[in-house]
């Protein structure tokens, strides 16, 4: 959510966040929202940005959402301990922490206590470990991450999972099954199956587009549909599987997210780049076609139509 200031930095348009709480609650089915993270940009927005990012969507999510979860995660301790005692202090609902990037932890006692040290600056909030290894670098294990975790992290409620190595996360589910943890996944076109691995909820970009696509996948499995869970899933699969060929990231999210809303998200924030119109053109019309777009002109005999 940026707004053009200059060709060569942009400025955080608080203001229409309001106006997307509304959005994701009535024409997404989405009320939990995960903020700045890895689509909100979080870690190229300065540490004041990020506070009021947080306090936007805690103060407009009020009485709307059912939980807003601060990424908190940042290099320097400090910051992560400041932000951290921060999502406290505006009544958040929980905090996420990804692994320090730049000067790695190298073993999972190291990683454990660095987030131990963030955890304990909010310690009556929810704490949840963020692992996305392709982004961070660091490649320990979810798995061995949370061996022991609680002891070290009393807060610990449970993971993001962003990566797609399903045996790492199937061991995550199954040696914590006495333990009420929530087991997130981030790998929207590989949902369902962690859902059979026990994934028992999931965070990621596409859900700002495709929110109601996949809780009608949701749905399904609950009622054990699998033929049509998997159908929708096949749908999503359909369109990511097409925009990965284009160069999908977080910039091609965004012009999705304006396309798609109608409420204008802004270029990203260097060293991202804006989205090119020929990216945000094709993804539309992919959109259109699997019907995930109304005002659908080719809804007669497109066989590709997905609802
Ligand atoms: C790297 C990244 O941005 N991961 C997101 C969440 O963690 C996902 O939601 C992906 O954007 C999505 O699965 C598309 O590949
Ligand atoms: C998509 C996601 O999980 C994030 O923005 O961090």
Redesign the pocket.
């Known amino acids: 959510m940026f707004q053009e200031v200059t060709f060569s930095f942009r400025e955080i348009n608080f203001s229409v966040i309001g106006q997307y709480v509304d959005y994701l609650v009535k024409e997404q089915g989405v009320k939990n929202i995960?903020v700045n993270?890895?689509?909100?940009e979080?870690l190229s927005l300065s540490i004041s940005e990020r506070r009021r990012v947080a306090e936007e969507w805690v103060t407009k999510g009020r009485n709307k959402l059912d939980q807003v979860v601060i990424?908190v995660g940042a290099l320097s301790l400090k910051e992560s301990q400041e932000l951290a005692q921060h999502a406290a202090e505006i009544g958040a609902d929980g905090i996420a922490v990804i692994a320090p990037f730049f000067l790695k932890p190298w073993n999972k006692d190291v990683l454990i206590n660095f987030l131990k040290e963030v955890a304990a600056a909010a310690p009556a909030l929810p704490f949840y470990y963020?692992h996305?290894p392709a982004l961070t670098g660091v490649k320990i294990r979810a798995e061995e991450v949370l061996d022991g975790i609680q002891e070290k992290i009393p807060t610990f409620q449970g993971l993001?999972f962003?990566d797609t190595d399903l045996l790492d996360f199937g061991q995550c589910v199954d040696q914590n099954r006495q333990r009420q943890f929530a087991f997130l996944f981030?790998v929207d076109e590989q949902l369902l199956s962690a859902l059979v691995m026990g994934a028992t909820g999931a965070?990621?970009?596409t859900y700002n587009y495709l929110g109601k696509k996949t809780n009608q996948m949701l749905e399904a499995f609950e009622r054990k549909d699998f033929s049509s869970a998997l159908n929708h899933q096949f749908c999503i699969q359909r369109f990511i599987n097409f925009v990965v060929k284009l160069g999908f990231g977080v910039s091609q999210t965004k012009a999705i997210m304006t396309l798609v809303s109608g409420i204008p998200m802004g270029p990203p924030r260097l060293p991202l780049q804006k989205a090119s119109r020929e990216f945000t053109d094709n993804a539309e019309a992919k959109l259109r076609s699997l019907d995930f777009l109304s005002f659908n002109d080719l809804k007669d005999g497109n066989l590709e139509a997905c609802s």
Request: hydrophobic share 20%.
């Open positions: 995960f993270g890895t689509t909100g979080g990424h963020y996305i993001k962003s981030g965070v990621g970009s």
